[in-house]
């Protein structure tokens, strides 16, 4: 499965341990992570400005992440209904990316339901998906 994350889910894998960091490894074990461009920038703001980590840290997860996931091109803004454009770049740049599910905490995001044929999920909803597939599936 091709799955996009958003930057609060990958800040908060690299964050503490619970559900983001158990989705992220799963998903970098066993699927194809994608990450739109934007994110990367959001990504290394999170960790610096929210979570204060060391600037050698932030740089080895950004070197990490580049190592891990396919990064996305980013695309012109579009208009996506209730987002913003800067939302709406992202979802639509994992959407061109051919990811199947774009995974967020951003309940705006989430509202939509899906954007074409990509689900945006919860990091729980996704965890459950996932749980519930038979091995190798």
């Known amino acids: 499965m091709r799955v996009a994350l958003d930057a609060n889910v990958i800040a908060a894998a690299f964050a503490a341990r619970g559900l983001c960091s158990d989705l992220f490894l799963a998903l970098a074990a066993q699927h194809e992570v994608v990450i739109p461009e934007p994110v990367v920038a959001e990504v290394e703001r999170a960790l610096a400005e929210k979570l204060r980590f060391p600037r050698r840290q932030i740089e080895q997860i950004l070197t990490y992440l580049r190592d ?22 992202i979802v639509a740049s994992a959407a061109r ?11 705006k995001i989430l509202a939509a339901g899906n954007f074409d044929s990509m ?17 190798g599936g």
């Open 119 to 135: 689900d945006l999920l919860s990091p729980r909803a996704l965890w459950e998906r996932l749980s519930a597939r038979p091995a």
């Open 97 to 107: 990316a051919g990811a199947e599910a774009f995974v967020t905490g951003d309940q």
């Open 68 to 89: 891990t996931a396919e990064i996305a091109a980013p695309v012109a803004r579009m208009a996506v209904a209730g987002l913003d454009d800067a939302d709406a770049a």
